[in-house]
C-alpha cells in the first residue's frame, strides 16, 4: 500500500494545530457520516463497536471520542499521537485509539476481527495494480464480520478537468494564506494508473509537496472484487459525501456488508 510523504502529514498536522477546535467539530460531523452509513441517528448506537481504521482519519477519533474501541493502522505514530492530544479532555473522549504498526496481514495472523472497518480518503486508489487492490480487498473482507466502509471519488464519470486536477483549498493559518493544491499525470499506457502530485504553497512559498503512486477504483471493480471476497451487500450512499480534510473533492460513501 503506498503513502503520502511526510510533508503531508507536517501540513495535516498545521491545520489541526492552527484550530484544535474547528478541527473536533468537523471530526462530528465527519463521524455523522458514519452514523448515516450504518443507518443510525446521530450517535445513536446500539453497542460500543470494535472499529479498524485504515490510515488515521478524523472519523476514528471521533469514534473514539464516542466511547468506541478503536485501532488505527497504516497510521504515522506521529499523526495517532498529534490527534490524541489535540482531543484530550474532551468530553467523553475514550483514549483509546490504539497506535498499532501492524498491516492487514498481522491482524490476519492474530484472528482479529472488527465490528466496522474504515477505509476513507479513498483508501482503495494507493496501489499499483488491480492484483494488489484484489488483494487488499480480499485481507479486509478476513477481518470485518459487519460492515466496511470506505470512500470514492467518481472516476468513471469525472469531467476532463477533473480528471487532471482537483479545485484547490485554502486555509487561513495563523494570519496566512494556505494554498493546497492536488493534480494528477496520468500513465499514457494504463490509463488507471497515475502519479498523484500534491503541494502546500503558504503565499508565495513552496512548503512541501507530495508524489504518491495511485490507481483508480471503479464503483463496479469494487462491489466485484467484494462480492468475489464474500461480501453480501453492496450500497452506494447517494446522499452521503465524504471530503478529506485538505482537499475540496467530495467523495461518494460506500458501505460493504461482511455478515
Known sequence: MNDHQQSYYNALRLVVASNPKKTIEIAD?????????????????PKTYNILSLGCSLVATGLAKRGHN?????????????LAETFKGVPGYKDTIEGMDHTLEH???EGNTYDI????????????????????????????K???????????????QSRMADLPLTININGKQNLFMN????????RQNYENNWLHVEEDKLIGSSKTKRRTMFFKQLAKFSSDAGSTGFTIHKNLFYKPLINKTFEHVISIDYV
Open 29 to 45: 460531523v465527519k463521524t455523522g457520516i458514519v452514523d448515516a452509513a450504518l443507518g443510525y441517528a446521530k450517535g445513536d448506537h
Open 70 to 82: 478503536v485501532r488505527a493502522i497504516y497510521c504515522p505514530e506521529g499523526q495517532r499521537n498529534f
Open 107 to 109: 491482524e490476519i495472523k
Open 117 to 144: 472497518v474504515l477505509g476513507l480518503d479513498q483508501t482503495m486508489t494507493y496501489f499499483d495494480s488491480e492484483n494488489e487492490q484484489r488483494e487488499f480487498i480480499n485481507q479486509i473482507a478476513k477481518v470485518t
Open 146 to 160: 459487519g460492515k466496511f466502509i470506505t470512500s470514492l471519488v467518481d472516476y468513471k464519470n469525472q469531467t476532463s
Open 183 to 190: 493534480h494528477r499525470s496520468w500513465n499514457p499506457v494504463d
